[in-house]
């Protein structure tokens, strides 16, 4: 009988990883900053990167491209509805329930060809290969996946050495370059999204604070010539003292600002309009064929929640329902299905505001569809096909026994990538990649204190390596 496998070459003694790995772990929490990364937010940590292996990362790598493209694309969609040469409901539901002030800044010249300087996808790892979920234009994690990455590069406790994908500083010269050499940089965090001031801090530090500045929402002091990295949503205006400043100056080209203040790179029915069939001439020109399939086969088919009443003969595609009520009798096995807010709410982000249809009672599952159909007017819900990530195995480092535990778990990847250069010439350049791998248990994934955190890294991965060490010793005695 084969000898149970060991986590690394089977060449080093089990003592000897065992010793590594709780080197490793320790000097991984011990390097963490004084004033933490995320506030009141805890971890389990890996003593090492999680390994995508060769082929997933170059895939992962050449994403950004596809998703530049895709952006820039949309863009060119709104405005041509907005225009009258595409048709006008897409501009009228990518408006709907923002204010008439956005909505004018978003259509303005002054913004006309701008897009999301950082783009940041959402990926499950499913038995069908990789799945976005959603695209993020205002991330968090930024300072947490560039410390990360920094950290796992510095700690070599007699474990065998990985390179992390983006390297020690991928990330941090990939934010620094999409300010375009600006001699000043102002990082606006608003109340909302204080959970994430110490990452961004951490960041600032790191590049310099003599160049690089942490400021609260009522910062004004801004020069001519600055740059102004807006890390606030666009429903949270109210709160952002300095946002009307911001706008104001940005527009008059006297600094500037990414993300730009344009609601539709903050919306999830982008997907939806992918998959609309009346539009599919206009993607695979814009985006060309090849792009254009990847994309569709990695997004999940989605709809919108609109209450508009169809034809008695007419039925949504893919449901053969022909009413959004309809979905509320659908039997538990039949509703792998999520429906989120769009965007444009406090709760569009951190899985709040995320319903699985699978994981709920009837009478729940019933309310949030309720729910869903009367908000169309102000705050539209989308509704995906649910893929659920495959299992994969994890480690992490128990402090409190001193062990090295394995863990299945389900993986959420969230590459980075920085857009930096202008017009034609930008490209979209991988800065590193986050992996939060939570319980197998779990449904839905995101940031918790059983999750693990980590950078990710072109090794094999660890299932991979098990299999190849389980089938060796029997190739050898045979």
């Known amino acids: 009988m084969p000898s149970k496998p060991s986590l690394i070459k089977p060449s080093v003694p089990p003592s000897a990883v065992a010793e590594g790995a709780a080197r490793q772990a320790l000097a991984i929490r011990d390097s963490m900053p004084s004033g933490g990364l995320f506030a009141g937010q805890q971890w389990r940590i890996s003593p090492s990167p999680f390994p995508l292996g060769e082929t997933l990362a170059k895939e992962i790598d050449s994403l950004g491209r596809v998703l530049l493209q895709f952006y820039r694309a949309v863009n060119l969609l709104y405005r041509k509805s907005a225009e009258g040469s595409q048709p006008a409901w897409i501009a009228q539901l990518l408006d709907r329930g923002k204010p008439a002030e956005l909505i004018e800044l978003q259509r303005s010249n002054a913004f006309k060809n701008e897009v999301p300087r950082v783009i940041r996808p959402d990926l499950l790892l499913t038995e069908h290969g990789l799945h976005v979920t959603e695209l993020d234009s205002v991330p968090g994690g930024i300072g947490l996946t560039a410390w990360l990455n920094q950290t796992y590069s510095k700690t070599d406790q007699g474990m065998p050495s990985v390179e992390v994908i983006g390297g020690p500083d991928g990330m941090l010269r990939g934010f620094e370059s999409i300010f375009d050499g600006a001699s000043q940089v102002h990082i606006v965090v608003s109340e909302e999204a204080s959970t994430y001031r110490p990452e961004m801090q951490w960041m600032a530090d790191q590049l310099g604070s003599s160049r690089f500045n942490l400021q609260t929402s009522s910062f004004q002091g801004f020069a001519d010539g600055d740059a102004v990295y807006r890390f606030f949503e666009l429903f949270d205006l109210a709160s952002v003292a300095s946002a009307k400043r911001i706008f104001e100056l940005a527009a008059a080209k006297k600094i500037h600002l990414t993300p730009p203040p344009k609601p539709l790179f903050e919306e999830k029915l982008l997907f939806a309009l992918l998959w609309n069939r009346n539009l599919q001439h206009f993607w695979r020109q ?113 402090f409190q026994n001193k062990v090295r535990v394995e863990m299945k778990g389900r993986a959420r990847l969230c590459p980075y990538y920085f857009v930096s250069g202008q017009g034609d010439a930008a490209r979209a350049k991988l800065g590193g990649v986050l992996a939060t791998i939570c319980p197998a248990e779990k449904k839905i994934i995101h940031g918790m204190s059983e999750a693990i955190l980590a950078p990710c890294s072109r090794s094999e991965p660890l299932e991979s390596r098990k299999l190849r060490e389980e089938i060796r010793p029997a190739n050898q005695t045979s």
């Open 286 to 398: 814009e985006l060309g064929e090849a792009f254009f399939n990847r994309l569709r086969s990695y997004s999940p088919y989605t709809w919108v929640v609109d209450p508009s009443p169809l034809p008695p003969h007419a039925a949504f595609p893919g449901l053969n329902l022909t009413d959004w009520h309809q979905i509320k009798a659908l039997s538990q096995k039949e509703r792998d299905l999520i429906l989120k807010v769009s965007g444009f709410s406090e709760l569009a982000w951190g899985a709040r505001g995320v319903y699985l249809g699978s994981d709920l009672s009837q009478a729940d599952w019933s309310a949030a569809v309720d729910h869903a159909i009367a908000s169309f007017s102000d705050s539209p819900f989308v509704l995906q096909r649910y893929e659920k990530p495959r299992i994969i195995n994890a480690e992490w480092f128990d």
